[in-house]
């Protein structure tokens, strides 16, 4: 089982921007940011092949003002989010232990979950 821990979040105003970082405990295939607004089910916002490649992957509704990176070294992902907005306000979610063969966008690909950050943006 991949240990997931993740760092940053908090509450910036519109237009501002925060980084999240998620380390797990062995590398796997892929790694990825999931949110979920109250009362909204999980969705993806972006990931990225941490092994065999770099590429990276995002929802429309993120494509543009965050990105997804990378530190093979430490097992490390980070999610630099500019130019946020009050309907990014989520919980923020890191996914790993990807199983190969399904889409990178659908929770069930993943086997490992983080404890979740909460990103608040304000208007």
């Known amino acids: 089982q991949v240990q997931l821990v993740e760092s940053g979040g908090g509450l910036v105003q519109a237009g501002g921007s925060l980084r999240l970082s998620c380390t797990g405990s062995r590398i796997t295939y892929a790694m990825g940011w999931f949110r979920q607004a109250p009362g909204k089910e999980r969705e993806f916002a972006a990931a990225i092949r941490t092994y065999g490649g770099r590429d990276t992957y995002y929802s429309d509704s993120v494509k543009g003002r965050f990105t997804i990176s990378r530190d093979s070294a430490k097992n490390t992902i980070h999610l630099q989010m500019d130019s946020l907005k009050p309907e990014d306000t989520a919980v923020y979610y890191c996914?790993?232990?990807?199983?190969?063969?399904?889409?990178?966008?659908?929770?069930?690909?993943?086997?490992?979950w983080g404890q979740g950050t909460q990103v608040t943006v304000s208007s």
């Open positions: 996914a790993a232990d990807f199983r190969v063969g399904r889409s990178v966008q659908s929770a069930t690909a993943y086997g490992a």
